[in-house]
């Protein structure tokens, strides 16, 4: 490989992930790097809600390619950072590590994050976010000591955890907000 500016890939999850190996298939042969702030190697989301939050021993079963995927392809995943600045006019990037990384080409896969609840943040005694695979194993080993668990949403997210729960034996209350989850708009008045 030559040494150009490789292709910047920010986010290290699904998206990330499919892009990369997709480069790869394409014949893309410069050099890939993706950086993501997680310390797990690229994974599925909708397993949290369900398999891995019942089972611990899921958490090697969704990963998004096999393990040594990255190595074998030469892409270099830089886990545990993210990226905290991007010069687009320099094709520079700045990692929260202070790292900086030139590109060629930058594309940005960050996915979503968990809405916040201004009264209940995070590190709320017995209140919990489930958006990565490490808020999974905590709520798991949280519902473990439960009788009953109070689940803020009832979208996908929500009701996959509140059938877990129930799985599991406990006490569930669903929490929506009117209009949340209606299938069809409100009717006017």
Do not use: W
């Not at 209940?120 to 000591?145: C, K, S």
């Amino acid at each position: 490989m030559s040494q150009q500016a490789p292709i910047l890939i920010v986010g290290a999850g699904q998206a990330g992930a499919m892009a990369a190996a997709e480069l790869r298939k394409l014949g893309h042969a410069e050099r890939i790097v993706m950086v993501g702030g997680e310390r797990h190697a690229p994974y599925e989301r909708p397993p949290l809600s369900k398999a891995v939050l019942a089972d611990a021993s899921q958490q090697g079963q969704i990963g998004v390619h096999p393990p040594g995927f990255y190595a074998e392809r030469d892409i270099d995943l830089r886990l545990g950072t993210t990226v905290t600045a991007i010069a687009p006019s320099h094709s520079v990037a700045t990692c929260a590590d202070g790292r900086e990384i030139r590109f060629s080409a930058c594309l940005l896969a960050t996915g979503g994050s968990a809405r916040i609840l201004p009264d209940l943040p995070p590190g709320t005694p017995n209140v919990h976010y489930l958006r990565t695979l490490d808020d999974a194993a905590r709520l798991r080993e949280a519902m473990q000591r439960a009788d009953e668990v109070l689940v803020i949403g009832g979208g996908f997210l929500g009701l996959e955890t509140a059938s877990t729960a129930v799985d599991l034996g406990l006490k569930v209350t669903v929490l929506e907000a009117p209009g949340g989850c209606s299938a069809a708009p409100p009717r006017p008045n």
